[in-house]
């Protein structure tokens, strides 16, 4: 089955600590994002990317980073940069060019959580 | 800032009644609208979407659009305990000569048996 897989699903950091988070997609996808959601918020974009070897900032890009290297992947780090890293985050992707569609594909979602 | 803004809830409704969920926008440009619903815990998932004034419907859903009021709503007939979810409006802004899609904060619904 076509879909987008993330992975952990929960992840403890200590402060200080760089964390990857991976996303993967079988969709045949161009386009794909990485979300942010607080508690009782909607998505805030952190950064997408509309083809492979680009990738352009989000509304909270800072204290992240991501690459694509490859169309099905497009994984995103954490570093300690990133003041309050505790969320969910989600990967989505999508058939249209950049975030023009609207009609997002997203992954389960990974549950970070600094101690 | 362009924005999306939605009643945050909760919303209480009673199962078999009709729940009416509302957006407003503040790009008058914006051509896209969409609705994904979200369970607890899980990811969006998209339920509908809109690109012209009036109303779309799909089984038990109907979205409704006015462009010149700026908003959007979503209603869900005969509504069962399964709806009871957060529903996100999206819309589709002008961003530096790209489009970008603007997420609301979401409606938590409940559905009374």
């Known amino acids: 089955d076509g879909g987008i897989t993330q992975s952990p699903k929960y992840l403890f950091r200590k402060e200080g600590q760089n964390v990857t988070l991976s996303c993967e997609q079988n969709l045949n996808h161009d386009a794909m994002y990485w979300y942010r959601q607080d508690p009782g918020q909607g998505l805030r974009l952190i950064y997408y990317s509309q083809i492979v070897n680009d990738f352009q900032k989000g509304d909270i890009a800072e204290g992240y980073s991501v690459s694509r290297e490859k169309k099905e992947s497009f994984p995103l780090t954490v570093t300690s940069a990133q003041k309050n890293p505790t969320a969910f985050y989600l990967c989505?992707?999508?058939?249209?060019?950049?975030?023009?569609?609207?009609?997002?594909?997203f992954g389960e979602g990974s549950r970070l959580t600094v101690l | 800032q362009k924005e999306v803004e939605q009643n945050s809830g909760p919303l209480s409704v009673p199962e078999g009644a009709i729940a009416s969920l509302n957006c407003t926008y503040s790009?008058?440009?914006?051509?896209?609208f969409f609705w994904y619903r979200q369970y607890s815990g899980k990811s969006p998932e998209l339920i509908m979407f809109i690109y012209s004034n009036g109303d779309k419907e799909d089984g038990r859903f109907t979205a409704q659009l006015n462009k010149a009021s700026q908003y959007v709503s979503l209603l869900i007939r005969d509504s069962q305990p399964s709806d009871s979810a957060t529903y996100l409006c999206?819309?589709?802004?002008?961003?530096?000569?790209?489009?970008?899609?603007?997420f609301g904060q979401g409606t938590r619904l409940t559905i009374n048996p």
């Open positions: 989505a992707s999508s058939r249209g060019d950049g975030v023009g569609t609207g009609e997002l594909f």
């Open positions: 999206a819309v589709n802004m002008d961003y530096q000569g790209a489009q970008k899609l603007v």
């Open positions: 790009d008058r440009g914006s051509q896209s």
